[in-house]
């Protein structure tokens, strides 16, 4: 496949006249992978279409919430509803409370919730909650985790920072980073060790039940279970990140498929089908901590912002509704993917180890397991940098990064599969 990328090159020359890097978000520059990103200027199914009219078929969804797919009909139509009623009301309408009570349907864990308007409103938001409820400092996060750019969060995270070899980040005080402990993940005998450490002062746990933000790490057997007793003993309040796996891993999300039931949970883009939107919810009795019915303040203008909660509500109507026919189709579209290019690369000489949990996955680019940020980071990503190009130049877009999680979403289908896999056999030449 021969791509021209003239108007979006001519794109980025402008963007770069107005935007630092000239992105919104650092990860869009490919810096990691190399080559030009291309500007887009449609998506449909399961395919993104640049300014120069090219097609690729899309595995990362908008980093994970097009589940349905591109420019579904039902949610198109609901945010055209809305948006003729109006894009924003900074007040309270019925379409908050109708999304409310699907998301609670599908994770009842969420007893009470609060919408704004990102993922890092949503993680950002739950700490504080945490850390009034149990009166509290320290929160424990882990090694490779991303839970949005709050400042308290940064510290070892993965996605953007780690793409970018970025320890933490510029403009974080010591003293707010000084309250967050990163530990390994998979590894729980360094959360005992914090707990004795700081007896009676650890606030919460917050962590990607499944990291998508490394790439794809799979807890062991155990290891979730093991916090959950832990926190429980402790006072601690256990918070999962859903940003990616809500709604994805399951109609629950990963504590649906793992059986765990966390104190609080977050969600981002996949709450309003793709628009820009987060929630936390959880334990009734932590979350009336919030004004106005508690001390704990916390406010955004656009939260509940009506077209979010159409597109959201459209989305989990029908993701409820076809539960059983939606998630096994898209898991076994993602093994077909993930273990067909897997062998493909036996077949050429490269070493690859894949993690995958239902519809999320990562090829590593390296020989050993993958079980936590340390292994992650032993990947060859100038490796996986020219196998990213090579899939371009195929009509293929991956992630670009190796620490960031694939998705297939339902728009996936057998002559993706089959075009992915072919494309890879090409790559795989040039890696």
């Not at 959950?228 to 309040?237: D, N």
């Not at 077209?307 to 509500?313: E, K, V």
């Not at 992650?376 to 877009?397: C, I, L, P, Q, Y």
């Not at 991956?398 to 790559?427: C, M, N, W, Y």
Request: hydrophobic share 45%.
């Amino acid at each position: 496949m021969t791509r021209v990328l003239e108007t979006s090159r001519s794109l980025q020359r402008r963007a770069e006249g107005l935007f630092p890097g000239g992105v919104n978000s650092p990860v869009r520059a490919f810096r990691s992978v190399g080559g030009d990103a291309p500007f887009l200027e449609r998506a449909e199914g399961a395919y993104l279409y640049d300014a120069d009219g090219n097609r690729y078929i899309d595995y990362f969804g908008s980093w994970g919430p097009m589940i349905l797919g591109h420019a579904v009909p039902e949610v198109v139509d609901a945010i055209r509803y809305a948006s003729g009623r109006s894009a924003s009301f900074g007040a309270s309408h019925a379409g908050e409370a109708e999304l409310g009570e699907l998301i609670r349907t599908a994770v009842p864990s969420m007893e009470r919730m609060r919408f704004v308007s990102s993922g890092t409103e949503a993680t950002m938001s739950a700490i504080r909650v945490a850390r009034g409820f149990t009166k509290r400092r320290y929160v424990i996060k882990f090694e490779g985790c991303y839970h949005g750019h709050a400042d308290g969060l940064l510290v070892k995270a993965g996605s953007g920072v780690a793409t970018f070899g970025i320890p933490g980040s510029a403009g974080v005080p010591d003293e707010v980073a000084h309250f967050t402990l990163a530990l390994p993940y998979n590894d729980i005998a360094a959360v005992e060790a914090a707990f004795a450490k700081h007896k009676g002062d650890i606030a919460a746990i917050i962590l990607e039940p499944v990291v998508g933000n490394a790439g794809t790490l799979i807890p062991k057997p155990g290891y979730l279970e093991a916090l959950r007793s832990l926190t429980q003993e402790e006072g601690t309040l256990l918070i999962f990140d859903e940003v990616m796996t809500g709604f994805r891993l399951a109609l629950g999300g990963a504590q649906q498929r793992f059986g765990i039931k966390p104190d609080l949970t977050t969600m981002g883009k996949i709450v309003g089908g793709g628009l820009p939107v987060g929630v936390f919810g959880g334990r009734e009795d932590v979350m009336n901590m919030l004004a106005p019915l508690g001390p704990v303040y916390q406010a955004g203008t656009l939260s509940g912002n009506p077209l979010a909660m159409a597109a959201g509500s459209a989305t989990l109507i029908r993701l409820i509704r076809e539960a059983g026919t939606i998630y096994p189709r898209i898991e076994e579209t993602t093994r077909q993917v993930a273990e067909g290019v897997a062998q493909v690369a036996v077949d050429a000489g490269v070493r690859l180890t894949t993690n995958r949990v239902g519809s999320m996955w990562t090829w590593f680019f390296t020989p050993d397991a993958v079980e936590n940020f340390e292994d992650a980071a032993k990947s060859d990503t100038a490796a996986f940098g020219r196998f990213h190009r090579a899939m371009m130049g195929e009509g293929v877009w991956l992630p670009p990064s190796q620490f960031e999680a694939a998705f297939v979403g339902l728009a996936h289908g057998k002559d993706e599969i089959e075009k992915t896999i072919a494309a890879a056999r090409k790559a795989f030449a040039a890696v």
